[in-house]
C-alpha cells in the first residue's frame, strides 16, 4: 500500500491534485488531500507518507519534515529563476515572454532543492486564465511522470539548481495592486498592460485611487 499526501489550496493546484487522484487511485494507492499547514501538520504527526507533493504552497515547511520524507514542490516559474512569493505575477510585470513548471527536491532553502522535472510555455501577452490553464497541463504531466517511475521503482534523476542564475521575489501585497498618477510617465503601456494582466481575478486586482478615497478596478487592459 502507498500512502501519497498532495498539498494545495489554490484553484490551480486543486484541478492538478483532483486530475492525479483520478488518474491514479487504485486499491493499492491511497491520496489524502491537505488544504491547510494545520491540517498538513497533524497528518503528518499520524502517518507516514511515501511521498508529500506541495502544489503551490506557500507555508515553510519544518526541516525535520523535508529530511524524514520524500518532499516535492511544484513551482510556477523556470527554477532558480523567480524563486520566492508571487512567482507568477513578478515574472509577467517583469515582462517575461516564457514562463514554466518546475518539480523539485525539496530541501532546506526556499525553492532551491534540485530539479526532477521543468517545461516551459508562453505568457506573452496571455491572460491569467490561459496561464493557469498551461500550468495544470504541465504540473499534471510532470507529477504523473514523477509517480509511474514511483509505481515502477524507478529513482528519481536530478540535477541541482545554478544558484548563479537565481532570482528571488517576495510574495506581493493587496497595496502594491495600485496604479499611482505618477505611473503614467514612469511606465511604457505595454508594463501597465502587463502589470494589470498579471493581477486579475484570483489576485488583488489593479487599481487606481480616485476622489473622495474611491477605488476604480482594472481587470482587463490592452495595449497598442
Not at 81 to 101: A, F
Not at 167 to 174: A, M, V
Amino acid at each position: 500500500m502507498k500512502n501519497i499526501l498532495m498539498c494545495s489550496y489554490r484553484d490551480w493546484s486543486n484541478s492538478i491534485c483532483e486530475r492525479i487522484e483520478k488518474k491514479f487511485k487504485t486499491d493499492d494507492i491511497i491520496f489524502t488531500t491537505c488544504n491547510t499547514n494545520k491540517k498538513f501538520l497533524y497528518l503528518t504527526s499520524i502517518i507516514k507518507y511515501d511521498i508529500i507533493f506541495f502544489i503551490g504552497w506557500s507555508s515553510i515547511i519544518e526541516e525535520s519534515i523535508i529530511k524524514s520524507n520524500i518532499c516535492i514542490c511544484l513551482h510556477p516559474s523556470l527554477l532558480p529563476k523567480y524563486r520566492g512569493g508571487s512567482p507568477i505575477q513578478h515574472q509577467i510585470i517583469n515582462g517575461e515572454d516564457e514562463s514554466g513548471v518546475t518539480l523539485f527536491i525539496m530541501d532546506e532553502g526556499i525553492d532551491t532543492g534540485p530539479i526532477i522535472f521543468q517545461k516551459k510555455f508562453n505568457i506573452k501577452d496571455c491572460n491569467l486564465e490561459k496561464v493557469f490553464d498551461s500550468i495544470i497541463d504541465i504540473g499534471f504531466l510532470g507529477c504523473s511522470n514523477l509517480i509511474l517511475n514511483f509505481i515502477e521503482g524507478k529513482p528519481f534523476s536530478s540535477i541541482p539548481q545554478n544558484n548563479s542564475d537565481s532570482s528571488f521575489f517576495n510574495r506581493r501585497t493587496k497595496y502594491m495592486s495600485e496604479i499611482c498618477i505618477e505611473d503614467f510617465s514612469h511606465y511604457s503601456s505595454k508594463q501597465l498592460y502587463d502589470k494589470i494582466r498579471s493581477l486579475q481575478d484570483p489576485y488583488p486586482n489593479a487599481f487606481i485611487r480616485c476622489k473622495d478615497d474611491t477605488i476604480l478596478y482594472l481587470t482587463h487592459s490592452r495595449y497598442e
